[in-house]
């Protein structure tokens, strides 16, 4: 069983639909919640973290909320510069224990 | 804006060889990391390395890999003997505590 679970797997948008992507995870003592947009053959570009429920940030068009099992990624008037994969990681355990769990990814993809 | 540089961007061997993937992560941080990527699948950690020794590793980080912290400035990630199944894209990170910051990869196929 994944440990995080992203959905859509794919969402196609028309440039100014507004949408939400979901980030659903199963690990208990989260430490962390993390968002990072990746472009085709590029590295995890880090968008945002938010650590406890209720938490949220905003960046542009996009804004992240954070319950006690799922994250939300909010675009406003998206545009086709948003236009990448989204992905959403987690970070649990204690100790000294910082590795990232990442969910398969959204790809987005927005048309003018 | 400081940021993890990855070298070479494209490495390409034969199976059997060895490859060092290099890395420079950004200048004060504390904690490195090894992922990959293999095409079309989810970005999977490999290692962490914390105070000059690996904090965690995850079972696919077996004895065929190894890292080093060589000097003040790079991180390298050592595949000894390399199996078709390791071609992947290999993203270093690093971060000053929890967050990381990833760096561009390096593609690796083995031939």
């Known amino acids: 069983e994944d440990q995080v679970t992203q959905s859509p797997e794919a969402l196609r948008l028309q440039e100014g639909e507004s949408s939400s992507l979901n980030c659903s995870y199963t690990?208990?003592?989260?430490?962390?919640l993390f968002w990072y947009r990746q472009d085709p053959g590029k590295g995890p570009e880090f968008l945002f973290t938010?650590?406890?429920?209720?938490e949220e940030k905003e960046k542009e068009r996009l804004k992240a909320t954070l319950t006690k099992k799922e994250s939300f990624l909010h675009i406003t008037a998206p545009k086709p510069e948003d236009s990448a994969t989204y992905l959403c990681?987690?970070?649990w355990g204690g100790g000294s224990n910082y590795k990232l769990t990442f969910g398969k990814g959204t790809l987005l993809t927005v048309n003018p | 804006e400081p940021e993890v540089t990855q070298t070479p961007s494209h490495q390409v061997t034969q199976m059997g060889q060895e490859v060092i993937l290099r890395c420079v992560p950004i200048?004060?941080?504390?904690?490195f990391y090894w992922y990959r990527q293999i095409l079309g699948q989810k970005v999977e950690f490999l290692v962490s390395?914390?105070?000059?020794?690996?904090?965690?590793k995850s079972e696919i980080f077996d004895d065929q890999f190894s890292v080093e912290r060589p000097d003040g400035s790079n991180f390298t990630l050592k595949i000894r003997s390399t199996k078709l199944e390791d071609s992947a894209m290999y993203f270093c990170a690093s971060g000053q505590y929890n967050e990381q910051f990833f760096g561009p990869g390096t593609r690796l196929t083995v031939l």
């Open positions: 990681a987690v970070q």
């Open positions: 938010l650590y406890s429920a209720g």
């Open positions: 690990v208990s003592g989260l430490r962390g």
């Open positions: 390395f914390y105070n000059n020794e690996i904090s965690e």
């Open positions: 200048s004060n941080h504390l904690y």
